[in-house]
């Protein structure tokens, strides 16, 4: 994938979702018991014109950057960096998305959580693609071979190819949390959405204005 087509994944939502901020802004002022009276409201209420359509754009980018469990799992063609870039650009543009989509309300236990789940999928996703570099000083968090070994026999200052080594094996034991969590956060937020569309399919939007 190119990358000005990754830019727009996340460019393109982020624009709309910054938009949908500005002009809406008036409306998600509004007292909630307001809200429905507001001639803004059929417009960007949560089940409404563009407040549904927001969030479903939003829903489609989350779904698709799952692709990337895909490419893991079968070993899809394409870059593994640039199917990693895909899996963080969509999430992010989608994250976007939801922000307007949600009309800033979290009244009920399937907001709560879905909005408790990306936080942790976001929080932990960024330190996943980017906190390895930073940490290791590296591109990835691959161990060197023997590195265990080398740290155990190094005595009196270390020279900085041991530190280096150092920061990799720190960076393994940070892994061991926020690997789970980010797999956690992300079976939480797919059963949070399913039980979203449900009700929206079931009993209606007027649940979750």
């Not at 460019?11 to 909630?32: C, D, E, H, I, K």
């Not at 870039?85 to 998305?97: E, K, N, T």
Request: proline content about 6%; glycine content about 10%.
């Amino acid at each position: 994938m190119r990358r000005p087509l990754l830019s727009l994944l996340f460019l393109a939502p982020l624009t709309l979702s910054g938009l949908t901020l500005y002009f809406a802004w008036p409306y998600y002022r509004l007292p909630l018991e307001a809200r429905p009276w507001s001639h803004l409201h059929d417009l960007f209420g949560p089940s409404n014109a563009w407040g549904h359509w927001v969030g479903v754009i939003g829903s489609a980018l989350l779904l698709a950057c799952l692709l990337y469990l895909g490419r893991r799992a079968w070993s899809w063609p394409g870059a593994a960096t640039a199917w990693l870039s895909f899996h963080v650009w969509s999430a992010l543009g989608g994250m976007a998305l939801i922000i307007p989509h949600s009309s800033f309300l979290a009244k009920n236990w399937v907001a709560n959580t879905s909005m408790i789940a990306l936080g942790v999928l976001l929080v932990t996703g960024l330190f996943g693609r980017w906190g390895f570099a930073w940490v290791a000083g590296v591109d990835d968090a691959v161990a060197l071979p023997g590195e265990g070994r080398l740290l155990h026999q190094a005595r009196g200052p270390l020279s900085p190819e041991l530190r280096r080594l150092r920061r990799r094996a720190r960076v393994k034991q940070a892994a061991r949390l926020w690997k789970p969590l980010h797999r956690l956060a992300t079976y939480i937020f797919l059963l949070s959405f399913v039980a979203h569309l449900a009700i929206v399919i079931f009993v209606g939007g007027v649940w979750l204005d």
